[in-house]
C-alpha cells in the first residue's frame, strides 16, 4: 500500500515538473537605445548653431537635454563630444559618447557637403549599432545656417572636442535621464524647429564621407556588447524607422480592438444603443399601435353606431314621433279588431292632448300598445273590442277640454 501511494505521489510531481518547465514569461520591452538621442532634434540645433563649439555646448546643454543616452549605466547622461574631419567640400561631424577614459562610442554622424553650384547637403546619420542600417534624415532649413559661412573660409580649421572624460566645460553639469516617454514629449515640445521639415532617407549622398567615418569610426561600447546590435535587439526591423513604424500600427490595431471589443460588450450588456434593436422595437411599437389602433378603432365604431341609434330613438322618443311604432300597433290592432283605422286615430289624438306623459310612457313600457295611450286610457283601448262602441268614443274625446271624468262616462256607457 505504501509503495502505491509513493509511486501515485512520484508521478504527481513528476507531471507538475514537466509543466513547470512548459511555462516560459515573457517581458516585453517595448524601448530601445535609440530611443534616447533623436536625430530630428540634432538636425535641428545644428541649423541653429553659430559653429561646431556652439553646436556641442548645445547638445550637452543641461537645460536643453538634447540627448538621453546612458550606455555606462552610471545613472547619468553620457556627454558627447564633437569630433570633425574634412576633405575637400565635405565636411563630416562625428558625435562620440564619453564612456571611460578614452573610450568612446559613436552614435550619430552628420556629413555636409557642397557641389560645384554651391547647394550644400546635409544628412543625419545615426551609427550602425545604435540605430540600424541606413537610418537617415535630411533636414531641409527654412532659414540658410549660419554655420555654412564657416565651413569654407580659407582659414578653416576643423573642431576636435578639448573635452573627455573627468574633464569638461563649466557650463555642463550631470543630469539622470528621463524615462523615454518624458523624454520625447520634451524633444518635441521645446527642441525640434517645426518650421523645418525632416526628410527620412535610406541613401547617403557623399561617398567621401562614408570612407572618411570607416577609418575614424569608434565603436568601445560595441565592443564590450558584441550581442547588442540593433539587429539583435529587434529582429522585426531593420532600422529604427521601421520600429517606430510597428510601434504605430501596433498602438493603431490595439486601440481599434479596444474600441471594437468596447463596443461589442456595450452591445451585448444593453440593446439600447443597438441600431438593428432599436429599430425591430420601433418595429413591433408600430404594429402593435396599428393593431390596437384597428380594433379600438373597430370598437369606437361600432359603440359611435349603438350610440348614434340609441340617440337618434331617443330623440324621436322625445319628440313624440314614433312612426315604427304606430304601424306595429296598427299591425297589432289589426290583428285584434277589424277597424284598424279608428282605433289608430284614437290613440294619437289623446297623446297629442298630454304629451308629458307620451314622452315618459315609452322609455318605461316596451310594448308598442301601452306606449302609444297613458295609463288612465289603456283600458278603453282594450276594451274596445268592437268596432261600433269605438266609433262613438272619437267624437267625446277629441275635445280638446276633455278630462278623464269624460273618459271615464264614455266607458261607462259602452
Known amino acids: 500500500m505504501k509503495t502505491k501511494v509513493l509511486n501515485i505521489l512520484f508521478a504527481f510531481f513528476s507531471i507538475g515538473g514537466i509543466f513547470a518547465q512548459d511555462v516560459t514569461t515573457v517581458r516585453a520591452n517595448s524601448t530601445d537605445i ?69 573610450v568612446f562610442q559613436d552614435v550619430a554622424t552628420i556629413e555636409v557637403e557642397r557641389d560645384r553650384h554651391n547647394n550644400v547637403t546635409v544628412q543625419v546619420v545615426g551609427d550602425v549599432y545604435m540605430y540600424g542600417p541606413n537610418y537617415i534624415y535630411e533636414p531641409i532649413y527654412a532659414v540658410r ?4 559661412n564657416v565651413f569654407w573660409v580659407s582659414s578653416y580649421r576643423p573642431y576636435y572636442s578639448p573635452w573627455y572624460w573627468g574633464y569638461y566645460p563649466t557650463y555642463y553639469t550631470y543630469w539622470n535621464p528621463y524615462p523615454v516617454y518624458r523624454y520625447r514629449s520634451h524633444i518635441h515640445s521645446y527642441v525640434i524647429n517645426t518650421r523645418n521639415s525632416y526628410h527620412y532617407v535610406t541613401n547617403r549622398r557623399s561617398s567621401r564621407a562614408v570612407a572618411m567615418h570607416n577609418s575614424r569610426r569608434q565603436n568601445a561600447y560595441e565592443r ?17 524607422h521601421d520600429l517606430v513604424q510597428g510601434r504605430t500600427n501596433e498602438v493603431a490595431a490595439r486601440g481599434t480592438s479596444s474600441r471594437d471589443a468596447t463596443q461589442r460588450a456595450s452591445t451585448v450588456s444593453t440593446g439600447r444603443n443597438n441600431p438593428s434593436v432599436n429599430t425591430l422595437r420601433d418595429s413591433n411599437a408600430s404594429r402593435t399601435a396599428v393593431t390596437s389602433g384597428g380594433n ?3 370598437r369606437n ?17 322625445t319628440r313624440g314621433i314614433q312612426p315604427v311604432r304606430q304601424s306595429a300597433a296598427t299591425t297589432s290592432t289589426r290583428a ?19 304629451p308629458s306623459r307620451s314622452t315618459t310612457v315609452p322609455i318605461r313600457s316596451s310594448s308598442p300598445a301601452t306606449q302609444s295611450t297613458p295609463s288612465r286610457s289603456n283600458s278603453p283601448a282594450v276594451r274596445s ?14 275635445a280638446p277640454n276633455s278630462s278623464g271624468r269624460s273618459t271615464g262616462r264614455g266607458s261607462s256607457r259602452g
Do not use: C, M
Open 34 to 102: 535609440s530611443d534616447n538621442l533623436d536625430l530630428q532634434a540634432v538636425a535641428s540645433i545644428f541649423g541653429e548653431s553659430a559653429d561646431l563649439e556652439d553646436f556641442e555646448r548645445r547638445l550637452n546643454n543641461p537645460d536643453l537635454r538634447i540627448s538621453n543616452l546612458d550606455l555606462n549605466g552610471d545613472n547619468r547622461v553620457d556627454y558627447l563630444r564633437v569630433v570633425e574631419s574634412t576633405e575637400n567640400n565635405t565636411h563630416l561631424i562625428i558625435l562620440q559618447a564619453v564612456l571611460g577614459i578614452d
Open 296 to 298: 379600438n378603432s373597430g
Open 385 to 398: 273590442s268592437a268596432p261600433t262602441r269605438s266609433t262613438s268614443t272619437p267624437s267625446r274625446s277629441s
Open 336 to 354: 285584434s279588431a277589424s277597424s284598424p283605422a279608428r282605433s289608430s286615430s284614437a290613440s294619437p289624438a289623446r297623446n297629442n292632448s298630454k
Open 224 to 240: 564590450q556588447h558584441p550581442g547588442t546590435s540593433f539587429t539583435s535587439r529587434n529582429t522585426n526591423s531593420s532600422n529604427r
Open 145 to 148: 545656417p549660419a554655420i555654412f
Open 301 to 317: 365604431n361600432a359603440q359611435q353606431a349603438t350610440v348614434r341609434s340609441s340617440g337618434s330613438d331617443s330623440n324621436r322618443n
